[in-house]
């Protein structure tokens, strides 16, 4: 309806001036299509942001794996999205929330050295190469770090077109264990050396 569009609306335009956003959700309400939606949103932004599902005290036993994997799903194209459940009545989990948005705003700061990016490159490509596309492999030729906040990387290849959304993931997962980006948002995309065709992940 119009009050809930309108909430949604100034709540993410509160994302864009906040350092880290904290979404949070009530558990006892369960996993909604809007919270989905929101996700989705955040993600698509590249906004810094952690999920916090609230009244974790009334979460049965039980049923707490279950409601852990419930969540865990929502973020499966974001798994590295901190997910918290806390609980504002006996404060279980609350501690955690301000040193976890701090690593995830330092994380969004990280900027690594042209030739540390490319020495990695060469590592992780040569650990695992990418798939042939019709009847061809893509060639890389160096990376560069175009910007911080988030940080965002450009592979220069021979095609872009010809590099797999699976293989995107895994140079993305590559990345973030190599140089520490746990929380913080991150673009990868793919240039063409040859032409100003740019595709992203």
């Known amino acids: ?55 974790s005290d009334l979460i049965e036993q039980k049923k707490r794996k279950e409601t852990e994997r419930l969540y865990r799903d929502a973020l499966v194209f974001c798994p590295h999205v901190p997910l918290l459940f806390v609980s504002a009545i006996n404060r279980h989990n609350l501690h955690k929330i301000v040193p976890m948005a701090k690593e995830t705003r330092h994380e969004c700061g990280i900027r690594v050295p042209t030739g540390l990016l490319n020495r990695t490159m060469r590592s992780v490509l040569e650990r695992h190469q990418p798939p042939m596309v019709r009847g061809l492999r893509p060639k890389f030729f ?25 293989y995107a993931r895994y140079l993305e997962r590559a990345m973030r264990k190599l140089f520490g980006i746990n929380y913080a948002p991150m673009r990868v995309n793919f240039r063409s050396a040859h032409s100003k065709k740019k595709r992203k992940k």
């Open 1 to 55: 309806d119009t009050v809930e569009r309108y909430s949604v609306n100034s709540s993410l335009k509160s994302t864009t001036k906040a350092h880290v956003t904290l979404l949070v959700l009530d558990s006892s309400e369960g996993l909604t299509q809007q919270d989905k939606r929101l996700i989705d949103l955040l993600h698509e932004r590249k906004t810094p942001f952690m999920l916090l599902v609230n009244k």
């Open 142 to 166: 160096y990376l560069t770090q175009a910007e911080s906040l988030p940080p965002t990387f450009v592979f220069f290849v021979n095609d872009a077109e010809r590099i797999k959304p699976s």
